[in-house]
């Protein structure tokens, strides 16, 4: 039991020498046109990411008054449109709906940011081709440099893998990290914090 402990924990600083802070610096970038266009963020993600992505919406809101959603939010609208149009598309025609445009982002939580070969996570490569259609940049925070989203977008922090069996923890642990060192920066923060 220790040694899982120890090499959970002892794995950490060296990931967070590999991640590419220019991919951060770069997000922070088009989150700032975001901002002073007025457009709008929406976080896309499923399973653990998809709370993720609940969580980031508060943030982004609270304390960087920047527009954000999720459709995740919403379970009736979600699971009407899985049940009425698939899974597959919920994501995507959900982007329709709310008038996705140029002036705003969709941001990907995902730990593979999905594989059209393997059928994993269609929903958000259709939801990030729609965004292209509409010229809205992507951004992601995923824990694999092959996926859809790596391939696709225009600021993606990868998470480094350095064992596998802990990709989605890490992956999905530092989603939380990096949106938090995003909404704190300077130029993005609006509101100081309660604590």
């Known amino acids: 039991m220790n ?12 990931l967070i020498k590999k991640i590419n ?10 989150l700032i ?26 943030d982004f809101r609270k304390i960087c008054e920047i527009e954000s959603y999720t459709p995740t939010d919403n379970v009736s609208e979600l ?11 919920s ?9 996705l445009n140029s002036k705003d ?3 990907i939580f995902s730990v593979g940011g ?17 965004a292209k259609t509409k010229k809205s940049k992507i951004l992601g925070i995923i824990g694999k440099d092959g996926g ?14 350095l064992e596998k069996k802990l990709i989605t923890p890490y992956a999905e642990s530092f989603q939380a990290v990096i949106w938090h060192c995003i909404v704190t920066h300077p130029k993005l923060q609006s509101k100081k914090m309660k604590w």
């Not at 802070?21 to 088009?30: D, F, G, N």
């Not at 859809?148 to 893998?161: C, F, M």
């Open 21 to 30: 802070k220019t991919e951060i610096i770069k997000a922070i970038e088009h």
């Open 33 to 58: 046109t975001v901002k002073k266009r007025k457009g709008r963020i929406f976080f896309l993600g499923v399973g653990g990411s998809a709370g993720n992505c609940s969580h980031a919406v508060n």
């Open 79 to 89: 699971t009407a449109r899985i049940n009425d149009d698939g899974w597959d598309s």
């Open 114 to 130: 999905g594989n059209l070969k393997k059928k994993v996570s269609v929903n958000l490569i259709k939801a990030i081709d729609y």
């Open 3 to 14: 040694n899982h402990i120890l090499n959970y924990f002892n794995l950490i600083p060296e």
């Open 91 to 99: 994501f995507r025609n959900w982007l329709e709906v709310s008038q």
């Open 148 to 161: 859809y989203t790596a391939k696709k977008g225009d600021a993606v922090i990868i998470i480094p893998t």
């Open 105 to 107: 982002v969709v941001f």
